[in-house]
């Protein structure tokens, strides 16, 4: 064969290759839109007169696609291109460190990209559809770009949740807020996933529970909050190599089942708030190389690692050293702790290896442990058996918490136990039989068995239902509520001019016994139930009378009324009567979701009628249906169908059918005030402006000036405080609870009743004597006052100054010292000038209100004197014509009474609007209707 018969098949094989590396033209485009872009695009040499996949850095497939783009680390500045998505067949990308800034352009479609590095740049957005189509991809990195920073951030589109071959996902530092998608642990190729120093929040989601994930880095979040939550899921990965977690607020104990993460090389928790005993299972894993632990809660003793670094250094435990013991007392406690979930304000108190070394709610003799008190704790769980293991306890008092299952019977070898109060908790029986010494009550327990076998007889000393002379003053049915010993009264609370109320529990009794009884027939302290979920709802406390058959009123028996309601008077108020079916439909059957709040007699639903009207109904709860508690039901039906006010709550009907008591007022959305003043943090709710305060002081005054010296007889409240004042959507305030009002035949006059009301609220008079005139309402709202003033509560016993602990007393010495009122103030409200000049008149006000002298104090017409000059004129929040019962308060007088009596005319006998069905009844008026002939200050 001659010489071009061979040499052209060569040339035609050159001439394809050269066809063959020619660069697509759509890519040609993407490449000088690069160019163009590029501040700096000498540094790429990239030479004009050549094919661009023979470029430096630039590699294409034979048909001339670009597959592969390498520019890390090549100086480069200025920004990506639009159009950079059109590159669809690009498998690899490395832009990494480099000075690349602006926007990233979505790479929308790009399905052949395998490997995206843009880490350690400066972009700064990025596009929704960024992720969409990546279905190729295998790892991406976009660590430490500034994206979204000045706009807050962004989040992980579920568009990436289509790669589902991705194994390595990198976005560290890179401002990613709120949770972790939950998509991300249903990718099961994923092996590292590192979200670190981020601003993400929440728990890690259960969807990554089993997840094959090697890597995890979630450590050092930036944000407020940060990821919380337990380490539960952590401890289900199998794969896991490394896990740092530390820098974030993730809580609870470290799981036992961590133990089945045998490839754990890295374990790194420090900085976070885990509590409890670190479980031995650590020292079992056989490649640990590194623990971390430090800066958490941990309690209990130092376990021993195999780690070659292991730190553990600002935390609770027993020792300095692994591996060595804790006392038996500290192991008790803390395992008792464990069975309770282990309440923050309880573990940075126990720690250390002595328990007897400042631990909260535990007292010692001769360093023994004696004392075990914790009542009102929220505890939530089960009693620990390890109790039984300290010996020397002599008192152990877990009332009013939300402990659940059984008492343990290793309590009953406690020798020394003398008092055992679990009252008021979720506890079931049946009760272990204790020594007939030991004072036992269980009493609020609703689903406690007493007959149970294993409980002692009812009566028997130390059952839960026996009465002892000269124990401590308790109620011994679950409707009573809480033991209350006259002895810590006397010895625990200061006397102060707040605190006589409370110290005065005894000298009732005292009084009663030396001198004949100052209130008649009075025989105990009931101490109503309060919700512990509420630190709003403080104790009240009700002095009971008794006839020596158990009976507080008298009266005939409702028809159909169960024997607990012998001694109710059936009320007679006309057409004020709903039927318990209305009110199951209008609150979805008294479901939890319509729950507005609880009291110490029942619990409050949210309701909505046929009609659109929303309602409030407070429901008496079975168990605490007593004498005490259905003169109450009586007593708020009483007065509120003979009494009408803009700023008094006002009641639409109620109902009496069995063992049901319901109560119907109007619906006020905003709530009680008191949620307003100690709660709008934890409610996420806006704190109130001093002007909303000062309207809402001048709207109680109205209401009680009203009760005192406007109705058509006089009415003390007895139980005014900030939990009872509501407000509605205009934050317009209205007084409520009125199951203690006591009407006073003379105005001022000095009225013998049973002792009623709430701890930090009572005048000192009236606590100590058991007589009560209008001016103990007046003190009521002094303290009320001083809340508005400081958003501090009239009695916090977890205040760690005493002397602020009882508001009243630590108000009035501080009200004249211009520095100490100053500082006092409620830190959320906006201190001008003009405010505080307001602030010290009502301080002023407040100050004489809690006069310890009731003779000292104002009446409540002056209080809404000093105030109303202060607030503006209410105006309505639109300029609609107001209608009530079809009268239009608009309209010349005349016109106006004529249609009211129209309507009177049409009406039934007996309607909701009458005020007495009595003989001397007058006519009812339309609310608002007494409004209309104010006096010149707005009244």
Known sequence: MDAPAVLLPLLLLLVAALAAAAIHPADLAVLQDLQRSLTNADVLAWPADTDPCAWPHISCDRAGRVNNM??????LAGRLPPTFAHLDALEDLSLQNNSLSGPLPSFRGMAALRHAFLNNNSFDTIPADFFDGLTGLLVISLDNNPINKSSGGWTIST??????????????????VGAIPDFLGTMNSLQELKLSYNNLSGPIPSTFKGSALETLWLNNQHGDPKLSGTLDVIATMPNLQQAWLHGNEFSGPIPDSIAACKPLQELWLNG?????????????????????????NLLGPVPVVKAATYTFSHNGFCADKPGVACSPEVMALIEFLAEVDYPKKLVGSWSGNNSCGGWLGVTCVAGKVTVLNLPDYGLNGTISHSLGNLSTLSDIRLDGNHLTGHVPDSLTNLKLLQKLDLSMNDLSGPLPTFSPSVKVNVTGNLNFDRTAPGSPPK????????????????????ENGRKTSPVLLATTIPVAVSVVALVSVCAVLIFRKKRGSILPNATSVVVHPRDNSDPDNLVKIVMASNDGNGSTSQGNTPSGSSSQTSNVHMIEAGNFVIAVQVLRGATKNFSQENVLGRGGFGVVYKGELHDGTMIAVKRMEAAVISNKALDEFQAEIAILTKVRH????????????????????????NGALSKHLFQWKKLEMEPLSWKKRLNIALDVARGMEYLHSLAHQCYIHRDLKSANILLGDDFRAKVSDFGLVKHAPDGNFSVATRLAGTFGYLAPEYAVTGKITTKA??????????????????????????????????????RKDEEKLRAAIDPTLDLTDETFESISVVAELAGHCTCREPTQRPDMGHAVNVLVPMVEKWKPVNDETEDYMGIDLHQPLLQMVKGWQDSEASMTDGSILSLEDSKGSIPARPAGFAESFTSADGR
């Open 159 to 176: 568009d990436l949740a289509s790669a589902q071959q991705l194994q390595n996902l990198s976005l560290m530092g890179c401002n990613l």
């Open 272 to 296: 976070n708030q885990l509590v409890g005993l670190v479980p031995p299972a650590l020292g079992t894993l056989p490649e640990l190389q590194s623990l971390q632990l430090d800066d958490n």
């Open 70 to 75: 390498d520019l890390k680390n090549a100086g």
């Open 646 to 669: 803009r700023n008094l709550v006002s009641i639409l009907g109620y109902s009496i059918e069995g063992s049901e008591r319901l109560l119907v007022y109007e619906h006020m959305s």
């Open 459 to 478: 009566d028997a000393p130390g059952s839960p239902s026996s009465g002892t002379p000269g124990s401590s003053i308790h109620a011994a049915s679950p």
């Open 777 to 814: 309402d007046v003190f009521s709202f002094g303290v009320v006052l001083m809340e508005l003033i400081t958003g501090m509560t009239a009695i916090d016993e977890s205040r760690l100054d005493e002397e602020t602990r009882y508001l009243a007393s630590w108000f009035c010495q501080i």
